[in-house]
Structure formats: C-alpha cells, structure tokens
C-alpha cells in the first residue's frame, strides 16, 4: 500500500511538505482565463510550467486546454523575457487570432524581474497587437499563494483591464464566481434566470471546458465571458463575489474602480449558503424569490428529513480549497455530520477563523489547518489516530481511502479519475442534493458492503 | 475559417516535411518558438520522469510547490515492491526563502525525510527558482550525504536549461553517481542492463521476463521497477540495452567509456523489433545455444500472438493513422506495429527527434506521409482533419483532441493502463487501436458521419 510510508506519529514539520494540498497560482490564472471568451492564456516562464498546467487541467476537464509559452531558456533567463514574449504575441495573435490574450507568470519570470506592462506596451509600440485585441495580464509567482490566489489574481486583472464605469448605471448585477467547475457557473446562471436578474458573470468556463462534441476542435468555443460584458461591468448595480478567497479582491477592484458596491459571500454550496445566496440576490435586486426555487430548496430539505438517520455523527474529512470547503464544512454541519478533520494548502488565517466558527462547539475534536505544510501527509496522520467514516475531497485522497478502506466522495480540483464534476452541478439547492446523494450512497454502500447476513436488507 | 486557410508558423516551416520529396533538410532540436503552443515540457519534467521510477529512492523537489504537485504519482512507473518514490516531497519554496536563499530549508527537509524514511539514496531536483536564486544544492547534497551516510544526489534540472531532453541528460548525470559504487564479483557473463524503460503498466517485468528465460541475467533495470542497489551495481553487466534513446543514450555511452560496457539500442514495440531486440542480445553474447533459446522463445511467442491479432488487423485494413510521441525511436516501431495491423501512417512526428531520426522516418513511410518536429495543437489538428486519420496516437494533451475531431485515440504515454511492450504487449495494442478505431461513438460524431468539408473556428 502506498502510503504505509505515514507514521501515526505526529511530529511538527518545518521545512517540508509531503503529498500537497495545494498546487501552485499560474494554473488558477490559467483556468480562470478560460472563462473569458476568445482568450488564449499566456505562461510567461519555462515551458514546463505551461505543459504541467496543460495536462493537469485536460486531465480534469477531458478538454483540450490551449495555452502559450514564452519558452524561456538559459538566455531568458539571464538577459530577460522582453524577447520571448513579445515575440510570443505576435506569434499567437497571427496565428490563433484570440481576442485576448491573458497573461500570466511564473516564479521564473517574477524571480528575474520582468516588467510585464512594460513588455505589453513594446509589443504595442511595435504593431504586435492588432486593433480591439487586447493583453491583459497578473502576477502570479508559485513561491506565494497557491493555485486560489493566481485564479483569484487573474480575476482581479479582468475588472483591472476591461471593467468601465461610462456613468450610465443600470440593473444589472455582477457575479464574479469562485473557483467551481463549468456546471456550476451554469446553474448559477440559471439560479439567476429564475430570480428574473440580469446578471453579468464573470469568469465563466461553462460552454469553454465542457464543449459539446460537434466533430470541431473549437480553439474558442462559444462559452466564456465576453469582453464587451466585462468592459459594461463597471457599469452594474451591484457585485457579488462568490468566494472570498478567490473573488474578494475584483469586487474590492470593481468598487474602487467604478464604484460598484459589493458584497462577498460564500460559493452557494449547501443549504446555508445557497439560502444566503438567495436572499443576497432577493435584496439587491428587490425581486421576489420564485416559487420554483423554494421547491428546489424544498425538495433538499426533504430529502435531508428522509435521510437524517443515516447522517447524523458521521464523521468526515474534507479537504481543497478553502471557498469550496468553507460552506462543505457548514453544509455538513447542517446535516449533523461531524467535518472534523479539515485542510487546505492554500494559506490564510480567514480559513482557520472560519471554519472554528462554523463548526466549532458543534464538532468535538475539529482539527482544522490551513497553509504550510498543511498536506494530505498530515490529513492521514490524523486518521491514522483516529479514523472517519467519509472522505471528501479531490482525487488525491484515493492513497487514504484505499489505506484506510474508508468511502470517497470526489469534490474539488482536481479530479483526474472520475467524470461528472464538470457536467453535473454541486452549487444550488439542486447541486447540494447532488452532494447529499453522493454522501449517503457512500455510506449506504458502505453499509451494504459490510452488513452481516443476518443484518442485509432490501430497503433502506 | 477554412481547413486550408491555417497557416503554419512561418518559423516552423522547415521543421514540418513528407516522405517521398525531394528538397529541404528537415530542421529539429530547435528551442520551441514562444508563443507557438507546443506539446513539449521542461528540464525538470525529464528529469523527474527519467529518475521517477527508482522506488527505493527519496525524490525531494527544491522548489515551489508547483513543480512537485504536477509530478505527484503521474507517470503510472508500477513497482514490485517500495512506493516510496510515489510520494510527493517539497520544500515549497515561499516568498522569504526565494529572497534568503532556500539551502537551510533545503537540509532540514532533507534531514526530515531520511530520517523518516531511511531511503536507499536521494534524489534532490533543482527548479528554474533554484536556478536564478543560486542555492548551492550540490553542497547540501554533499553535507547530507557525510551525516546521513547514502547517496544525496542533486539533479541539475533547472526548467528553464533547454527542454525535456536536456532533462533526461541531467537525470543520466545523476544516476552515473550511482553506477560502479558497489562490488559485482557475483555477476555472470550473461548479464546485461536494461535501460529506458519505466515498467509502465509493467512493461519492465514482461522484459525482463524474456531475457530471464533466455537465462540472462538482468543486473539493473534503468529506471522501470528500479533499486538503488542494483544501479549501484550495474557496471558489472556485460551489455546494456537501449530502449528509450532519447532519455538513456548519454548513460550507456558514459559506461561504456568508464566501464567499457558496449551498449545496443533496441525497441519493445511490435513483434518485428521485439524479436529484433532478443535476437541481437544473443549475438551479442555470440553463444549458439543462447541463439538456440531466444529462437525459441520468439517462435513460442510469435506462434501464440499472431492468431489473436489478425483478428484485429482484418478490419483495420486501409486505416489511416497519426502518430506524435515523445521520442522518434518509439515512431519507428510504431509505423510497423501499424503496418502490421495493416494500417498506414499517414502523419509522424517526434518533440525530440534529431536530423538522422527524421531521415529514417522520411525513409520508411510512404510518400504524402507528414513528417513533423515539436507540433503544435494548431499543426496537430490540421493535419488530423487533412489526412482524415482514424486513429491518433500520442500523449495527454493530444488525447482530447483527436477525441474532438472524432478520431480514435490510443496513449502511447505516461497514462497507458495496459502493457504495450513486447508479444503480449502487441495484442493489447492490436485490441485497443481495434477498439478505438472502430468504435460505434464515431458514428455520431458530426463531421465523421457526413464526411463534409471540415471547418475549424
């Protein structure tokens, strides 16, 4: 078994970090660039960053994933990237003719010190970048944050570069979506349809990374938010991130910048925060919430009185990037399940706070850790001195689940084993149920699994 | 926009040919045009991938977090015994340690880990930060190595030094540390190494397997299913074979000089070369009886595999296939395995070829073949839709591409799930380009089904 390597042994660790939680910022600048439309992303650094990123986003989504490179070598690496990526555009707006082209860097070229407006506006200077095409660009180092942080950067850079305040105002409200695969962004708009909102939602990866088969490779499929959509942000009513750690920062930018007002709430996943969500939504706008949506709160609510018996003090873990995992934990909390092991490589001292809050004196034992060395190394060490009956997470707690012989249900980024995170929602009263069922199959075959003769029963 | 409309890059003119023309020399071993997309990777991707394999060693990742997690348990290399080597280890290098210097943090993660683990030998990779930051991995490495009292190995593999092959040449760098440091008194004549394979999906074991009834001795297997010890011993072989050339080129010449070990080059895939390669390493021992077994095997083998695949190779006739892999010694062997199946390779390409490569592919394909160094997504898919392949063989970002197009795929890379190697090896193959060239999901594919004038957008 793979990880008999884990000790039961809890030591402190300083320096080292083993199975990471946590993977590194150009990837998050790279997914959330996707959701712009007509964009090619940009990896400023070696090609390998690009080439890693590539294959662990087409492994998750099942997509092809298009992306440039500076290409850096030896001599980039002394005398500066100027060349490379100038060069750069000019090669991708010939060729793969994007609309926009977002770029992102890497520790290597953030290390050297590349000015990367600078180098946009030479390439400007110089004819590379054709009329109404646009470079945008974040910083977006692996040495700070985590893969939260670069996509939560290259949000930011959205409203920075293209979001316009024209001093005509209207209704519309912005939505600037945390982390959550194509699905969800798609029942978020339909969430918004039905709460009658004119909604500008931004990135959006739903129809980029979950393209229908058409027998065309769509280098720019239809999806993505559009720049004129982004450009008119500026001039909405009101902004609601959804995540603080990965969209606080543009609604700080939109409000600063075209005073926009904003509030940030937690990615609708479960009952509490889809609630919250909802009625957010209720008051900026004044509309009053359908009936078609108090069902589907309804039929959550239902489905969790039917099948309370097989949920309460279960114990879980959870583990992924803090936006998803903050309103898991409350979620499961809402079920009187017991989240009581909880990590998240990305660092900051908000998901540590959070978290006691929401489970707090509600979970006994909760152990919760945030940032360095954070890792699943250490996850398993706690279960190895205490087991859980679940697991919830990304694909890299199959090692535990396997070791331990205890059930996984697949939630996060990424997912490399699986299909079905990209097509079916997980936000929303409807996405929580799919939660809720993924939950409760686990452990009813869980149950089945291990159950006497004597004890096996048809209905449950 | 019209098929015929996509330019390709005009510096990567010469880098893209056919079979059967007359004219320019094929360029290659370029460094990657920025901003062309291409599928290649950087030095420490080869590194990493090369050395991955080595069970019983500790591979810790001076870096940013990135480059271990994007490497964590990716290459599918099985092991018959320690998983050590399928952990993902950091420094996770932060914003203070890249302005101090990382080289404290670097020992004391070290020192953690050998601790814990008590590997055999440490592999330590530097990355493109390390690089520029200037940390001094080797005397860590060394200072390590004094206390610790194993092999601590720094493995010069800054990304940013070339690309994936110049990353194989720092991994072979690092496992020459190894070779000779261990006595071979008890090594028979009839020995050899087998290098550049990386048991994925075990196909080390179902080489080994031959050379083992053939009554050779397998002293190291560089670096499928590895031990440190036996690399430490791999000097005493009286052969090393190569598969992979591009990765274990460097390592076979270096022994050759230090040990004298001559080394043969050889390929596993298809049944012409692998009886080729078995063949050879019993000329090479010049012993008849020897020749006596491998004849054996080879026919024993042959005789039960052939049936199988001509099952296959039927309803394949006339097929048209693309290949793109890493390396060009794997094409080669790839048009025959295809040509066996009665299928004919209509575009080949390498991310590493060189210019004598290229000469062999322009030679053994057949005219019209598009013949291409270091594609691109663009180039890939144009010459797909071109050529209206039915089957694309490649790695993981060609796979949803020839998916999207409607063509069937086939992973000739780290994520194949089944051997591919050998007589065995052949009919796995056989079935899977089998089942996914004729696969019913074709039928509903829109461009496939009317056979129309393909677009892009």
């Keep these: 078994m793979l990880l008999r390597h884990t000790s039961e042994k809890i030591q402190e660790r300083k320096a080292l970090t083993i199975n990471p939680a946590k993977t590194c910022q150009p990837i998050g600048a790279m997914y959330a660039a996707l959701g712009i439309h007509g964009c090619m992303p940009h990896s400023h650094g070696s090609q390998g960053c690009c080439s890693y990123h590539r294959s662990t986003l087409t492994r998750h989504y099942k997509e092809p994933v298009m992306s440039g490179t500076s290409s850096f070598t030896e001599g980039a690496s002394v005398f500066g990237g100027q060349a490379n990526l100038v060069q750069a555009i000019d090669n991708l707006f010939t060729i793969y003719d994007p609309q926009v082209i977002a770029v992102h860097t890497t520790c290597l070229s ?110 720019y499929p239809k999806g993505g938010t559009t720049v004129d959509q982004l450009t008119k942000a500026g001039d909405s009513k009101y902004s609601i991130g959804l995540g603080k750690f990965s969209t606080e920062d543009a609604a700080k930018e939109m409000d600063s910048r075209c005073g926009v007002p904003f509030s940030v709430l937690d990615v609708p996943i479960g009952l ?82 959070r978290i006691t809050e929401i489970a707090g004196d509600r979970v006994e034992g909760l152990k919760v850790k945030g940032g360095s060395c954070a890792d699943m190394f250490l996850m398993h060490q706690w279960i190895k001195n205490e087991p859980v009956d679940l697991l919830i997470g990304n694909t890299y707690g199959k090692y535990i689940a396997r070791d331990e012989d205890i059930p996984l249900l697949r939630m ?28 409760l199959g686990c452990l009813m075959d869980r ?3 291990d159950a006497p003769e004597e004890s096996f029963e048809l209905v449950m | 926009m019209k098929m015929t409309d996509i330019d390709i890059l005009s510096d990567r003119k010469r880098q893209i040919n056919k079979a059967g023309t007359e004219g320019l020399a094929m360029e290659c071993e370029k460094h990657s045009l920025a901003g062309a997309v291409s599928q290649r990777a950087c030095v420490f ?79 330590v990779y530097s990355t493109c930060v390390v690089g520029v930051i200037g940390d001094d991995v080797a005397s860590v490495c060394a200072r390590v190595k004094r206390e610790k009292g194993i092999p601590v190995i720094a493995v010069h593999s800054e990304g940013f030094k070339g690309s994936k092959k110049d990353g194989y040449k720092a991994a072979c760098d690092a496992l020459l540390n190894l070779v000779g440091t261990l006595p071979v008194d008890t090594i028979p004549r009839l020995s050899v190494n087998i290098l550049g394979d990386f048991n994925i999906a075990g196909e080390s074991w179902i080489i080994k397997n031959y ?70 390493v019993a000329d090479f021992f010049d012993d008849p009886e020897l020749t006596d077994r491998a004849r054996k095997l080879v026919r024993c083998e042959v005789e039960k595999v052939i049936p199988q695949i001509k099952r296959y190779s039927e ?38 070829g060189n210019k004598s490569d290229y000469e062999v592919l322009k030679a053994m394909c057949n005219k ?30 060609e796979r949803p591409i020839a998916y999207k197009l409607g063509v069937g795929f086939c992973d000739h890379n780290h994520e194949r799930k089944i051997a591919l190697a050998g007589f065995e090896g052949m009919v796995n193959f056989s079935r899977e380009v089998f089942n996914t060239v004729t696969s019913p999901v074709w039928k509903f594919v829109p461009r496939r089904q009317t056979k129309k004038e393909v677009y892009f957008d």
């Design chain 2, 45 to 123: 991707c080869g590194s990493r991938v090369v050395l991955y394999p080595v069970t019983d060693a500790l591979h810790l990742i001076h870096g940013p977090i990135g480059c271990a997690a994007y490497t964590w348990d990716i290459r599918g290399a099985l092991s018959s015994g320690p998983q050590l080597h399928r952990m993902s280890f950091s420094t996770d290098l932060r914003e203070m340690d890249v302005i101090h210097g990382g080289e404290n943090k670097l020992y004391k993660s070290l020192i953690e880990l050998i601790d814990k683990y008590n590997p055999k030998a440490a592999f």
């Design chain 2, 368 to 397: 019209g073949t598009i013949i291409v160094d270091d594609a691109n997504t663009l180039e890939l898919a144009r010459f797909i839709l071109e050529k209206d392949v039915d089957l694309f063989i490649g790695g993981v970002k």
């Design chain 2, 315 to 352: 309803a394949l006739r006339g097929k048209k296939a693309a290949v793109y892999v890493g390396g060009a010694f794997k094409a080669f062997s790839l048009i025959k395995s295809l040509r066996m199946l009665n299928m004919d390779t209509v575009v080949v390409g390498s991310q590493t």
């Design chain 1, 110 to 219: 953030e290390t050297i010190g590349d000015d990367i407006p600078q180098i946009v506006s030479k390439a400007k200077d110089s004819g590379k970048v054709p009329e109404g095409k646009h470079v945008i660009h974040c910083n977006t180092p692996s040495y700070v944050g985590s893969h939260v942080t670069g996509y939560a950067n290259m949000v930011k850079a959205m409203v920075t570069y293209f979001a316009q305040n024209s001093g005509d105002k209207n209704e519309t409200i912005n939505l600037i979506c945390g982390w959550v695969e194509p699905s969800d962004m798609r029942e978020i708009k339909r969430l918004s349809q039905m709460l009658n909102t004119q909604i500008i939602l931004f990135p959006d990866t739903s129809n980029v990374l979950d393209a229908p088969q058409t027998g065309k490779l769509q280098f």
């Design chain 1, 272 to 353: 509490s925060a889809t609630d919250r969500f909802i009625m957010e939504m209720a008051k900026v706008t004044g509309n009053k919430i359908p009936d078609e949506i108090t069902d589907e709160r309804g039929r959550l609510v239902d489905m969790i009185t039917d099948m309370q018996q097989y949920l309460y003090g279960k114990r879980v873990a959870l583990w992924g990037d803090p936006d998803t995992i903050i309103p898991l934990t409350e979620f499961l909390v809402d079920l009187e399940m017991k989240p009581v092991y909880i990590v998240s490589g990305t660092p900051g001292k908000y998901f540590e706070k």
């Design chain 2, 211 to 280: 050379y083992e009834k053939m009554g050779i001795r397998v002293v190291s297997t560089i670096t499928g299913d590895a031990r440190v010890k036996d690399i430490m011993q791999a000097h005493g072989a009286s052969l090393n074979i190569v598969q992979c050339s591009g990765s274990m080129t460097w390592l076979a010449q270096q022994m050759e000089s230090n040990y004298g070990i001559p080394y043969i080059r050889a390929s596993y895939f298809g049944i012409e070369d692998t009886a080729k390669a078995l063949y050879d």
């Design chain 1, 447 to 449: 149950l089945d699994r």
């Design chain 1, 412 to 439: 996060g980024f990424p997912i490399m084993d699986r299909v079905g995170h990209s097509c079916f929602p997980r936000v929303g009263y409807n996405g929580s149920m799919r939660i809720l069922e993924g939950i």
